[in-house]
């Protein structure tokens, strides 16, 4: 089976603290595909990353990072320094069979100045 | 820049209505996706298309049907609406010939059903 768990539903932190958002995925496949999506007020989603399962390695991109671990199938978020423009829905999803994309059920995240 | 563009923003219907959401995506894709969205749930599949009269179920497909008869437009039908059905219904679509592509979405219906 497919499936991807957003344990967290909301989170709430000061402007400026860290925030890991976590992701945990179930597949059969030894393919596949990870992604993250924020969804603003305006809903409109919109991509942020993207990483293969053959590809371990972590990234950053300015004050994001992500952390991909098959050994737990996870593929955790983290906003460093959070500003109040990064509160949203974020949404992790798995894409299998290079056909199916199936997303968690999202974290509201609100950072409050 | 990839445009997928729902023929709706709002739409109020009664119960018993054939509901029509119309999706269209202007780069050729092939894949292309319906989720509804509700709260606590997350974004849930209700059908996909690999291709031009090509449809696979989702995760929720009951009381809903896919058209696909070009590739930039793909249409999810309610037969007969219900007031469960009443939701945000998101499309996306995404190229296939990378495997690693991401999809696009739409700007989302907001369907109520009274």
């Known amino acids: 089976a497919q499936k991807v768990t957003q344990a967290q539903t909301e989170i709430s932190v000061v402007e400026k603290e860290d925030v890991t958002l976590d992701c945990v995925y179930e597949?059969?496949?030894?393919?596949?595909?990870l992604f993250w999506y924020k969804q603003p007020p305006s809903g409109e989603l919109v991509f942020l990353i993207r990483?293969?399962?053959?590809?371990?390695q972590n990234e950053i991109s300015g004050r994001y990072s992500w952390n991909f671990q098959k050994s737990t199938s996870s593929f955790n978020f983290t906003i460093t320094a959070s500003q109040v423009v990064d509160s949203a829905v974020y949404f992790c999803?798995?894409?299998?069979?290079?056909?199916?994309?199936?997303f968690g059920q999202g974290t509201r995240l609100t950072i409050n100045p | 820049d990839v445009k997928v563009t729902q023929s709706s923003r709002y739409l109020v219907k009664r119960t018993g209505e054939k509901v029509f959401l119309e999706c269209v995506q202007d780069?050729?894709?092939?894949?292309m996706f319906w989720y509804r969205q509700d709260p606590g749930l997350g974004l849930r599949l209700i059908y996909f298309?690999?291709?031009?009269?090509?449809?696979e179920k989702g995760d929720i497909p009951e009381g809903y049907s896919v058209s696909r008869e070009k590739k930039e437009r793909f249409s999810l039908i309610l037969e007969s609406a219900s007031t469960n059905q009443t939701s945000m219904y998101l499309c996306?679509?995404?190229?296939?010939?990378?495997?690693?592509?991401?999809?696009?979405f739409g700007q989302g219906t907001r369907l109520t059903v009274v």
């Open positions: 996306a679509s995404r190229y296939t010939g990378g495997v690693d592509t991401e999809a696009f």
């Open positions: 597949t059969r496949d030894t393919t596949y595909y």
């Open positions: 990483r293969n399962s053959f590809d371990e």
């Open positions: 999803a798995l894409l299998q069979g290079a056909q199916k994309l199936v």
């Open positions: 780069m050729d894709h092939e894949n």
């Open positions: 298309s690999y291709d031009v009269k090509m449809k």
